[in-house]
């Protein structure tokens, strides 16, 4: 039996006496942490005696922070000058900065024409950018300490896009793509670089990106196709489980002596990735549309 993990980013301090480690806090960052994913984490966490700064913009969502322990930090993520804010607050209260877990972004599911280009710049800079600002906001610090973990939570979409999910589905193949490329360029610097990928889950998310389809429909020649996304798709939202398996996987890849590259949320994420990397592009195609008109 394991009486006691060592915290990950404390592997290079393993030579230091076993008092001085047991007794060191873990200081965590996570953003979207009012609601869901984020919260359930921060949960989690908090019941292992880490210490959690959660950042959200929700009023209700950062009063819940403080009310199960967490440091809430009101952070929109799509504000330079707010998460330079939020970091420089953790750095200065804690002094350091061992995980950050980049969770915080929306779904919003539509046609690629009928999206406006505002909604596109809207999701882009919530599910990109606002990654891309905490993560250099973070790097100095963990450079400087020599530790750090970063987690991006994508999605199955990060290998796979389908009917409507367009450019959600950019969004997270970008987040896939700069996580890949930071974990080969950070390592040397004993900074782990992870992503969780969940499929569908019971959380507020899939209302929110199934309302934006119902209020975008403005061209009858997808009427076909969404309507059948929002059948086939919205059915498994319906039936899938909880967020406990994708809390877990994001706790696992926080906690893991070795973190794995990527994790996959639930079994709808490993079947997926599995027929978009074996099936010919034709018949992955003919699938997803006959999805789309039952």
């Known amino acids: 039996m394991r009486l006691f993990v060592f915290p990950p980013t404390l592997e290079h301090q393993l030579s230091a006496p076993l008092s001085k480690v047991l007794h060191m806090s873990i200081v965590a960052i996570i953003t979207g942490a009012g609601s869901g994913f984020g919260l359930g984490l921060a949960k989690k966490l908090l019941n292992?005696?880490?210490?959690?700064?959660?950042?959200?913009?929700?009023?209700d969502g950062l009063a819940?922070?403080?009310?199960?322990?967490?440091?809430?930090?009101?952070?929109?993520?799509?504000?330079?000058?707010?998460?330079a804010a939020g970091v420089k607050k953790v750095i200065k209260e804690q002094g350091r900065i061992d995980v950050l877990v980049a969770n915080a972004g929306y779904g919003s599911f539509s046609s690629i024409e009928e999206t406006t280009s505002e909604q596109v710049r809207a999701i882009f800079d919530v599910n990109v950018f606002g990654v891309e600002r905490f993560v250099k906001a973070v790097l100095p610090q963990m450079r400087k300490q020599g530790s750090g973990r970063i987690i991006a939570t994508t999605s199955v979409v990060s290998h796979v896009s389908l009917v409507g999910l367009g450019w959600y589905a950019g969004t997270k193949h970008a987040v896939?793509?700069?996580?890949?490329?930071?974990?080969?360029?950070?390592r040397h610097l004993g900074i782990r670089v992870s992503t969780v990928e969940p499929g569908t889950s019971k959380t507020g998310f899939g209302a929110l990106a199934f309302d934006t389809l119902d209020k975008s429909r403005s061209i009858s020649d997808y009427d076909g196709v969404m309507r059948g996304l929002n059948k086939w798709l919205g059915g498994l939202y319906r039936v899938s489980p909880g967020p406990s398996a994708?809390?877990?996987?994001?706790?696992?890849?926080a906690t893991a002596k070795r973190p794995r590259a990527h994790y996959p949320g639930s079994w709808d994420v490993v079947a997926l990735k599995l027929a978009f990397y074996v099936l010919p592009r034709k018949t992955l195609d003919a699938l997803v549309l006959w999805l789309a008109k039952r």
């Open 246 to 253: 994708v809390i877990n996987k994001l706790h696992r890849a």
């Open 176 to 186: 896939r793509a700069m996580s890949n490329a930071l974990r080969q360029e950070v």
């Open 64 to 83: 819940l922070l403080k009310a199960i322990g967490a440091h809430p930090l009101k952070v929109n993520v799509t504000s330079d000058s707010q998460v």
């Open 48 to 59: 292992e005696n880490w210490i959690v700064y959660g950042a959200d913009i929700s009023p």
